[in-house]
């Protein structure tokens, strides 16, 4: 099974820095989903990855599958940003099993 | 609007009392499943089906039932609930479990 590490925990920003959230996994995946999780608790989707770099507005999401490892950057972080970012992987072998990282808690202050 | 629909958002009931709580999606997606959230433990899934008639377990599947009978609703049956059943759950759809995925609002369920 694949074990999912996310870092830092905890992250504080002003507005305007650019930010980078980072997600390993152990075993082999058929793909690599960034997630974000609001204060109201809804969760979007924000990128699935098997391989490169994705872009979407001011989120970047980049995968290195020989070294088992993605991240996300937001760039001119904004208030807006603040939310739980949630990495989950779907590992092969294993159907369509999600398994998920611990979260990473950003607030971007003004 | 393409979207997961969960019902009730909220559920308080008793130990042991049988409920259900419903997802329907209006993408014809083939993939539909559940999940558990829970503080210090992060996202757990309990079961995922890979269309009509055809479901398996994920991690936490114990203490929990579903069907999939039609591709549009997938439905999470608590037999007879308990108190670690208390969380937040949310049901989500993807094409065929190969791309993005479609997140419910959530439920958030206490079990007493």
């Known amino acids: 099974k694949n074990e999912v590490e996310q870092s830092p925990q905890n992250l504080t920003a002003q507005e305007g820095e650019f930010i980078t959230i980072n997600c390993s996994y152990s075993v082999g995946i058929s793909a690599l989903h960034w997630l974000q999780q609001h204060p109201g608790g809804g969760i979007v989707s924000l990128f699935m990855?098997?391989?490169g770099k994705k872009k979407h507005g001011r989120l970047i999401a980049t995968i290195n599958i020989q070294e088992k490892h993605s991240s996300l950057h937001i760039t001119a972080s904004h208030p807006r940003d603040s939310a739980v970012y949630i990495c989950?992987?779907?590992?092969?072998?294993?159907?369509?099993?999600?398994?998920f990282g611990g979260g990473t808690r950003l607030m971007v202050k003004p | 609007e393409a979207q997961v629909t969960q019902n009730p958002r909220y559920l308080i009931t008793v130990t042991g009392k049988k409920l259900t709580v419903t997802c329907s999606q209006n993408?014809?997606?083939?993939?539909m499943s559940w999940y558990r959230q829970d503080p210090g433990l992060g996202l757990r899934q309990i079961y995922y089906s890979m269309n009509v008639e055809v479901t398996d377990k994920g991690d936490v599947p114990e203490g929990y039932k579903v069907s999939r009978k039609e591709k549009r609703n997938f439905p999470l049956i608590l037999e007879s609930p308990s108190p670690n059943q208390t969380s937040l759950y949310f049901c989500a759809s993807s094409f065929q479990g190969l791309y993005g995925y479609t997140f419910g609002s959530g439920t958030r369920l206490t079990v007493v």
């Open positions: 990855l098997s391989s």
């Open positions: 993408m014809n997606h083939e993939y």
């Open positions: 989950a992987v779907g590992s092969i072998g294993w159907g369509n099993m999600l398994t």
